[in-house]
């Protein structure tokens, strides 16, 4: 792209396609630098709308990404790419009724579009209709089986329904594509959990747990937690609960799960310090 801005600094394609390769590393702020360069040239062009709104989105600018898909539906109110990252913004400000409006527009457009079809799902998700949100995901799994966000969200959507062994089926079929899948790996785990099967849930935390070190990321500690709570609250293995919450909230002391996991075991045994434990 340098050697055509060299050529000729207006040039649309290589703006556009230099903001794009800085999306590609990650480098947000940089990207929109290259997207208003276009922008100024031409106020119009859609593609620089469109790739701003996604890159102020990945950088949590939600409110701003907007602004750019409005931008964009008033040159055309039925492109369904700006209609459906709208609606993704909006879920991502808690507008979840707001968004499945735009899912259900981009719907009537095209009713096999599998963004909006996973983006309606899981707005229905965070409004607690747990049904309806798997009519969707099955709505997709219809055209593409092999799609683990949505088998595992319908395996969630089942979870959250009180249906156990239903989810732990829909877990299953992610980890038969990705064994390693740390999400499959930490919801299967809490299934058996609440099915009585703690010491399998156990297992299930450590293979997630040890996933993510192998694929060179931290200890998820919302996963720690897990595995905490059902040591000490399931099992009554307080010294071990304990000795878990203790090791990780020295480095992540405001961590909400596992100081509430340690509050909970503090009030089963009455002890006030982890002196008292060890």
Known sequence: FEKVLAINRNNTYALINKGLALDNLGKYQEAIIWYDKELAIDANN???????????DNLGKYREAISWYDKMLVINGNDTDALNNKGNALDNLGKSKEAVTLYDKVLSINGNDTDTLFGKAFA???????????????????????????????????????KYKEAIIWYDKVLAINGNDTDALNNKGLALNNLGKH???????DKALNQTLLSGRFSDLDIISNKAYVL?????????????????????????????????IYNETGYESYSNVY
């Open 46 to 56: 859609t593609a620089a709308m469109y790739n701003k709104g996604n890159a102020l």
């Open 232 to 264: 000490g609250i399931d099992l009554k293995d307080y010294s071990g609960a304990l000795s878990l919450t203790k090791e990780y909230l020295k480095n992540n002391p405001e961590h909400k799960g596992l100081l509430c996991i340690t509050a909970n």
């Open 124 to 162: 229905l998700d965070g409004l607690g209709k747990y049904k309806e949100a798997i009519i969707w995901y099955d709505k997709l799994l219809a055209i593409n089986g092999n799609e683990t966000d949505a088998l595992n969200n319908k395996g969630w959507a089942l979870y959250n329904l009180g």
């Open 199 to 205: 010491r399998q849930a156990i297992t299930w935390f």
